[in-house]
């Protein structure tokens, strides 16, 4: 299948016509789901894609705007445009399942579910990908608010550790710090805080391969949802021979010792115990 072009948001008028707020809030959480999967999927230190407006077109109660990442001499087109196809299929799941779609993350979620709710001037919005054609419309419904709301819902908070790949989201938040650690084995992103003084210690972490330790809270699925991170364990221990995201995630099999991703994983979460 040929990679996506464009994000085609297509919203339908409700009682009245939209207030300039809710348009373009809803292009701005949409906009900033797109770059939360992309730091989910890509967590090195890379240009991140610019979401514009590609064409914009109104016709009775259908507002139409398709969503394209600018060009990067960085990145190659393909990988600018794939959270356009995570998002619009990890929308696609949440219809079906009260579960984190793979690279989202709580926050990721409750931006598409305050997209959904219908509002006084936008009762209905849905998304499709834009390869050429427009493809299959996935209406985010009710059915998706429901699943969301349960996808983020608290259900049980245990201490545990997560294995992963760090990104520091924020090291100015006025509670400490906020994080994402992203499992490549299960494709999903976990949001996390910690106390300002680990900021130098995840922060000289950013983009490496980590177990951090907390309270971690999981939806009614077994999902952890977020993490209150208390400590941070760096893999390998050896700063000297600390391995990128891409090596871990087999670009460079040497780093694991010739072991599957899976089984490297494997092995650091049983050290980590």
């Not at 890509?42 to 991140?48: D, F, L, T, Y």
């Not at 990067?72 to 196809?85: A, F, G, I, K, T």
């Not at 929308?91 to 079906?96: I, K, T």
């Not at 427009?134 to 908070?157: F, K, P, Q, S, T």
């Amino acid at each position: 299948m040929p990679m996506a072009t464009a994000l085609e948001v297509r919203m339908v008028q409700g009682e009245q016509r939209p207030a300039l707020a809710e348009f373009t809030s809803t292009l701005g959480q949409l906009s900033s789901a797109l770059r939360e999967i992309d730091r989910a999927a890509v967590a090195q230190r890379i240009e991140r894609p610019k979401w514009v407006v590609d064409d914009l077109s109104h016709e009775g109660v259908l507002y139409t705007v398709r969503l394209s990442a600018r060009p990067s001499r960085r990145r190659d087109r393909e990988s600018l445009m794939r959270p356009v196809e995570a998002l619009v299929e990890g929308a696609r799941e949440l219809q079906a399942e009260p579960e984190l779609p793979p690279f989202y993350s709580e926050v990721t979620v409750t931006r598409l579910l305050n997209v959904a709710v219908p509002k006084s001037g936008i009762r209905e919005v849905s998304l499709a990908t834009v390869n050429g054609e427009v493809g299959e419309r996935v209406g985010l419904n009710d059915a998706l608010i429901e699943h969301a709301r349960a996808a983020v819902r608290e259900d049980e908070i245990s201490i545990g550790s997560i294995t992963g790949t760090l990104d520091v989201i924020s090291t100015r938040a006025k509670h400490g710090v906020r994080v994402s650690v992203f499992d490549p084995i299960n494709r999903r992103a976990v949001t996390g805080t910690a106390a300002g003084t680990l900021r130098d210690s995840l922060r000289n972490s950013w983009g490496y391969p980590v177990t951090v330790r907390g309270r971690i809270t999981r939806n009614a699925r077994g999902q952890a949802i977020r993490v209150a991170i208390t400590d941070l364990e760096l893999l390998p221990d050896d700063d000297s021979r600390r391995p990128s995201t891409a090596d871990v995630l087999g670009v460079d099999p040497n780093w694991t010792g010739g072991l599957s991703v899976d089984e490297f994983m494997d092995r650091a979460r049983r050290r980590a115990q």
